[in-house]
């Protein structure tokens, strides 16, 4: 018998995936895994009549509401594969003791090389040099700096957040990181907790924010924390555009109380054309893709595989599980 069929071995398990996948995927997943039954849309609404037979769900967490929980009678786990969990309806699940896991740590590759790509970006002036060669102009004048020497601080210790460190160390910057309680952290020279935060603001070249949204850190990123910021530290948002305070943001910036922000998320996406942001001459504006990658979908479903091992041996415990009552 298959191994990974022992723990459920009475009815077939029933997986509804809401999350589009390819085609690719879906026949390996089928493949390897005979004795589950797996049904594949590519958003929840194609999933009407399947809904109310899943025991588990495949999602990215963004598509499923109190009204869809209670169509999922038989639902006894979901797993996101996305790291992003803010818009999960957690009371619902909860009250109904539903299992959920997330891609914790999907983004840690991509993500980071975003974050050491746009601060390298700033401190060798590459837009500046490519703006002198569509000019055609030898102009050596240009101030390059280098990272070498600099100060990153780190808003979310995590497996993003340690990626980023870590390659910043490499580059032989100094890292801080910032997490709940302080705890030593791989790859950070120096940690402290989120309420040591102002004492660290003032040392940071760069600030990167990693952190998930919860209600502790919608507007984490304030006018006080912007004004105690160097005037020449460079924010760089890859969390929620909710966890800073986006008019301040927009303040320092005008006043150039700090030098530059890099943002990838934003309050409203897509940011609305007429947003002041897209003007300033000191803002990087992405489209919310430092996550993006041609592997997220291998990576993601990898981790769920090794979930799915664990839930059909009966485990009571999964990678990332997710603690529903705290939403994280």
Same mark, same amino acid.
Request: include cysteine; glycine fraction near 6%; hydrophobic fraction near 45%.
């Given at each position: 018998?298959?191994?990974? +069929? ?9 997986? $509804? ?10 026949? #390996?997943?089928? *493949? !390897? ?8 849309? !590519?958003?929840?609404?194609? #999933? ?14 963004? /598509?499923? !509401? ?10 006894? +786990? ?22 959920? *896991? ?14 050491? #790509? $746009?601060?390298?970006? &700033? ?9 002198? %060669?569509?000019?055609?102009? +030898?102009?050596? *004048?240009?101030? $390059?700096?280098?990272?070498?020497? %600099? *100060? ?8 993003? @957040? ?14 801080? @990181? ?9 790859? =950070? !020279? ?50 929620? @555009? ?22 990838? $998320?934003?309050? %409203?996406?897509?940011?609305?054309? #007429?947003?002041?942001? +897209?003007?300033? /001459?000191?803002? &990087? ?18 981790? =769920? ?21 705290? @939403?994280?």
């Amino acid at each position: 018998m298959d191994e990974r +069929w022992m723990g459920k071995q009475s009815a077939a398990v029933r997986v $509804v995936s809401t999350a589009k996948i390819s085609s690719k995927h879906q026949q #390996a997943l089928t *493949t !390897d895994y005979p004795h589950v039954r797996f049904s594949f849309f !590519d958003h929840i609404e194609q #999933a009407a009549t399947a809904l109310p037979d899943a025991e588990v769900m495949i999602t990215y967490g963004e /598509d499923l !509401d109190e009204e869809r929980i209670a169509q999922c009678r038989q639902l006894r +786990w979901i797993h996101v594969i996305s790291a992003g969990l803010e818009k999960m309806p957690f009371q619902a699940i909860s009250a109904r003791g539903i299992r959920v *896991t997330n891609a914790r740590g999907i983004h840690a590759v991509p993500m980071s090389e975003y974050a050491l #790509a $746009v601060m390298l970006q &700033i401190t060798r002036r590459t837009d500046q040099l490519r703006d002198l %060669q569509r000019d055609k102009r +030898w102009d050596r *004048t240009i101030r $390059v700096g280098e990272l070498a020497g %600099q *100060t990153l601080l780190v808003l979310g210790a995590g497996a993003i @957040g340690q990626a980023i460190a870590q390659k910043a160390q490499a580059f032989a910057m100094t890292t801080i @990181g910032v997490n709940t309680d302080g705890r030593e952290t791989p790859h =950070f !020279d120096r940690m402290v907790s989120i309420g040591q935060l102002h004492l660290v603001l003032g040392l940071a070249d760069f600030i990167v924010l990693t952190v998930p949204q919860t209600p502790e850190t919608v507007g984490l990123i304030g006018r006080e924390e912007l004004r105690k910021m160097k005037p020449t530290a460079t924010l760089i948002n890859l969390a929620r @555009g909710a966890v800073v305070d986006e008019v301040a943001l927009l303040d320092a910036l005008r006043e150039r109380t700090i030098a530059q922000a890099v943002l990838d $998320v934003f309050q %409203q996406e897509p940011l609305p054309a #007429a947003h002041p942001f +897209w003007e300033l /001459d000191n803002v &990087i504006l992405t489209p919310h893709l430092s996550g993006r990658s041609p592997r997220y979908m291998t990576r993601a479903l990898e981790g =769920f595989r090794r979930n799915l091992d664990a839930y059909l041996r009966g485990a009571k415990r999964m990678e990332n599980e997710i603690d529903a009552e705290k @939403g994280y």
